[in-house]
């Protein structure tokens, strides 16, 4: 038998989420640059994570309105089959 303890792919998500940025934080911390190379290292990976979450959420807004799309096509011709059965039904 199956038991949901709570824990869905969002929170397994984000916990490995974490865990990846946790990771980064101590390898800097321990990465023999000077603290300039880290910083601009960081500015660029900040830039690039930025970018590549803009991009991601560009995606995301297709797939949505794509969805939606489909969604209301989907309920209009269920609304059209429905007619039509009950306009042959009354015949």
Same mark, same amino acid.
């Given at each position: 038998?199956?038991?949901?303890?709570?824990? #869905?792919?969002? /929170?397994? &998500? &984000? %916990? /490995?989420? *974490?865990?990846?940025?946790? #990771?980064? %934080?101590?390898?800097?911390?321990?990465?023999? =640059?000077?603290?300039? @190379?880290?910083?601009?290292? &960081?500015? =660029?990976?900040?830039?690039?994570?930025?970018?590549?979450?803009? @991009?991601?959420? @560009?995606?995301?807004?297709?797939? *949505? /309105?794509? /969805? !939606? =799309?489909? &969604? %209301?096509?989907?309920? =209009?011709?269920? !609304?059209?089959?429905?007619?039509?059965?009950?306009?042959? @039904?009354?015949?």
């Amino acid at each position: 038998m199956a038991r949901d303890d709570g824990a #869905g792919a969002g /929170s397994i &998500l &984000l %916990a /490995s989420i *974490l865990g990846a940025v946790s #990771g980064a %934080a101590v390898a800097l911390l321990y990465a023999p =640059e000077t603290g300039r @190379e880290t910083r601009e290292y &960081l500015g =660029e990976k900040a830039r690039e994570g930025r970018e590549k979450a803009t @991009e991601a959420t @560009e995606r995301g807004r297709q797939a *949505l /309105s794509q /969805s !939606r =799309e489909t &969604l %209301a096509h989907a309920v =209009e011709r269920g !609304r059209e089959a429905y007619q039509q059965a009950r306009a042959r @039904e009354n015949s």
